[in-house]
Structures are given as C-alpha cells and as structure tokens.
C-alpha cells in the first residue's frame, strides 16, 4: 500500500509539475459504539432488543507541493462495523482556497447543503426494498466514480459568504434495456451562502443534480433532483428545514426490486441546543413517493416514510460520548400501512472516537 501511495503522490506531482517529498504524512482516526438497541413495531410482534457493537476505521495521507497544493486521499478500513476497504479518491487544496476532488468525487448539491440538525442514536425500525419514499434530502444522489467536484473558494464571485461548486462524471453505456440501471452521465451544481443577522448566523445552501442511465426501456432519468436546506444558530441554538424533490431509478442488491420512482418529495426540519457537555436535538422527516417495479411505467399510488426523534448526548470526556435516543416511524406501501416496518424504537449507549 505504502509503494501505491507513493506512486499516486509522485503521478499527481507531475501533473502540477511541483516536487514533494519521498513519503506523505498519514494519520488515522475512528470510533467503537456500544450500547442496547430495543425495537416495538405496530405489528403483532413482540418488541425486541439487542446489544449494537459498531467500530469504524479509517486512514488518510496528504502532502504539500512546493508550490503550495495540497495533495490528500485516504482509505476506510472498517465502517459501522463491516470490513469496507474502500479508498477515496484525490483531492487537491489550491492556495487559493479553492478545492478539486478527482475520483469517487461526488455531486456538488450534496456537498453544499446545509446541515439540518438530525437527533443521533442508533434507533430504527427496519423497512423493506418496496418502500421507496425518501428519508433524506439527497435522496436521488446518483454519480460515476469517474468524475470530478470543484469547490469555490470562500466569498466567490466577490460576494461574501458565498460558495459554489459543480461537478461532473461519466459511466459506461453498457445498461441497454431490462433491469438494469448505471449512472451513464452525471453533472451537478450546489450554492452554499451564509451570512449573519444580528446575532445569528444564517446559512443557505442545495442545488440540483441531473443524472442519466443508458437503460432504453427507463421512463426516468437515473436521478433528477432539486434541494434546498436552511439553518440559524443563535448562541448554542441551532434550527433548520430543508425540502427537495425529484425523479430516480432506485437500484437495489436484487435487480428485480429495481424501481421507477415519481413525485418525490421529503422535508426535514430539527433543533439542536447545547447546555455545556449535553446536547439535546430533536428531529422530524416526512417523505413520500409513487413506485413501480415495471420500467417505462408510472406509479399510481403512494409509499411513505414520517419519522420524529429525539436525542441526549453527553460528553463525558474527549472523545467518549454517552447517548441516549428515541425514535417514532411509520411507513406506508402502496399507500397501504405496513405495522410491521412502523413503530418506535430507542437506544442507549457510548461513542468513544479517536
């Protein structure tokens, strides 16, 4: 890995024609949760619980050329648990500020969002494949792992608080027709402003992602979507809302569950608030989307997705959090209601990060 790692630095040094030096610096970082998890669905099962053992491991390496570009990748070893081994791809910090990520780089008006405060725990009711109703804002956030993101530097196009990205990435045409369904060609473009208002900082940020598959026998794009997110701290309060729409293809393991999703919209909205040591947030997502399983059709009646949550973190010391979380879901299909896939669930444990 340490030979790759060199032969990566030396490549992208040559390409901004500037030396760095023989080895790059290397650091490493992660987590190991532990706690109890219970769950009671609407349905005729009892509830359960079970204890949630969740480490994460991840490695990242970066050097500075003499000419002042920052070169950084890294790798993921373990994540939430699972053996990932998952590399990044490159990115290049310019001395201007600005940023460009080259490989597995992403789509813009993800990365350009604002952060919705979200209660944390590692509560939840399982779903199923059906059940394509959103439960995120960037719920269509389909790329190629070919591609680039370019990040502004701060207060672009001369004016203040203002960032903007775009990004874009190609995929192989390979899809034809059946149930298959790949990111053929891909582009984005994500705004992110803050500014202030007395004592509050208000921040602005989304934009939209246009994704298409290569699949003849698709309706829908492989992902069209337009978000948006805002927020306001005041002090040690934060608030916010954030809204999105769009089309996809939703893929799953089984290519059979592959899906046309149309009208999809999902809204999110928390707080958070922090006393000292204790954080308290709370958290609510209402999303809803028609499904068909038959590409080239539409759907015609409507899948589901509300949830509201609640959270107590407590930082005990650096790096080790204990917390407590509750969370309520209910989930329709086909706008019928699944008891099973609905009902509350809540979590108590500890975080240590290194």
Known sequence: MKKELLAATALVSTMVGASVAQAASASFSGSIKNGVKGVDTDGAADGTFAAVNKENLSFSASETTDSGIKISTGFTVVN???????????????TDGSILDLIKAGNAYKSKLASVPSAGGEQGVSGTTNNHAPTGLAFANSSSNVGFEWHSAADSLGVEGLKVGFSAS?????DSNGSSSTVETAYSVGVSYVTTAGDTTVTVGGGFVSADDSNIDTA?????????????????LTVGVGYASGTEIATHTTVGDNSEVDSAEVMTAGAKYVSGDITFTVSYVDGDAKDIATFGSAGTNTDSYEAGSASVAYTIATGVTATIGMTNIDRSDESAATPDQSGSSWYVGGTVSF
Do not use: R, Y
Not at 80 to 93: K, M, P
Not at 170 to 174: A, F, K, Q, S, T
């Open 80 to 94: 939430e648990g699972s053996t990932s081994q998952n590399a990044s791809g490159l990115t290049l910090t310019f």
């Open 170 to 174: 190609i995929g192989d045409d390979g």
């Open 220 to 236: 829908n794009s492989k992902g069209e979507e337009t978000a948006i997110a805002f927020t306001a701290a005041t002090g040690d």
